[in-house]
């Protein structure tokens, strides 16, 4: 891989990171995922992520495994003006337990300082990209909702108290989906996912329309947040977490990859 060197490929690849850096800006890429996988995406798989397509027991699973990888290195290579190939994907410690295999995406190669974030759901893939050490995505497909989704021990008070206002339909479903996607983008933001913190705890504000601030607590530790919701597709709700602060402050470009 050639970007382990100070080549002007390398060089140039810097530059836009620190660019991205000094305006807090993020990318985001959306793409609709496939019922077959596409040999074209085969390529672009590093040995690991072969096996773990290959360990998928539904076509349409590894359908959507094999596009999320390769749309992300699509992507990284169109931002950074290198090849696809060249890019290595890896993880983060965990920062609860300082294990490897189960944190935050990172980017290997190129050595840039940016943050990665993956979502997938049903139908659709969503990758993001921001300044600093943290950003979190989540995608939600939006579908009907139970009556018992008012009281979810997962909602605070707060948020219980708006859904039970809103009569059923496609508002309350929105609703909820627009907590939970905030939820789940702070929890991967942090690194910590959902054993970080109790998410009874994290109040995300669903009656603004946004961007909201939210904290985490872990460990006597308390982060602040600002969430976003994005408006990729119809019937996904997609919401963005970045720190709190002027690495949240710049403004989030949107990509499809088809």
């Not at 609709?32 to 590093?46: N, S």
């Not at 705890?201 to 601030?213: D, F, N, Q």
């Amino acid at each position: 891989m050639a970007l382990h060197g100070e080549g002007p490929t390398h060089g140039t690849a810097m530059a836009v990171a620190d660019a991205l850096g000094a305006r807090g800006e993020a990318h985001v890429w959306w793409w609709r995922t496939p019922e077959h996988t596409d040999p074209a995406d085969l390529p672009l798989l590093d040995t690991e992520e072969f096996r773990r397509a290959l360990s998928l027991p539904a076509e349409r699973d590894a359908a959507a495994f094999v596009r999320s990888r390769a749309a992300a290195r699509r992507a990284l290579a169109g931002l950074f003006g290198i090849e696809p190939r060249e890019i290595a994907l890896g993880r983060r410690n965990c920062p609860g337990c300082g294990d490897g295999s189960h944190g935050p995406p990172k980017l290997v190669v190129p050595s840039l300082r940016v943050a990665l974030s993956m979502s997938r759901t049903a139908g659709c893939g969503i990758f993001a990209v921001g300044a600093g050490s943290a950003i979190g995505v989540d995608a939600e497909s939006l579908r009907p909702v139970r009556g018992s989704a008012t009281t979810d021990a997962d909602l605070t008070a707060a948020e219980q108290r708006y859904l039970g206002e809103l009569a059923p339909g496609p508002e309350r479903d929105e609703a909820f989906h627009r907590i939970w996607t905030r939820k789940e983008a702070v929890v991967k933001a942090t690194g910590l996912g959902l054993s970080g913190v109790e998410l009874g705890r994290l109040e995300t504000h669903p009656a603004r329309s946004g961007p909201v601030r939210v904290t985490h607590t872990h460990r006597g530790r308390t982060s602040a947040w600002t969430v976003e919701d994005l408006e990729l597709l119809p019937d996904v709700a997609v919401a963005l977490a970045r720190p709190a602060g002027p690495a949240a402050h710049g403004p989030v470009h949107r990509h499809t990859d088809h």
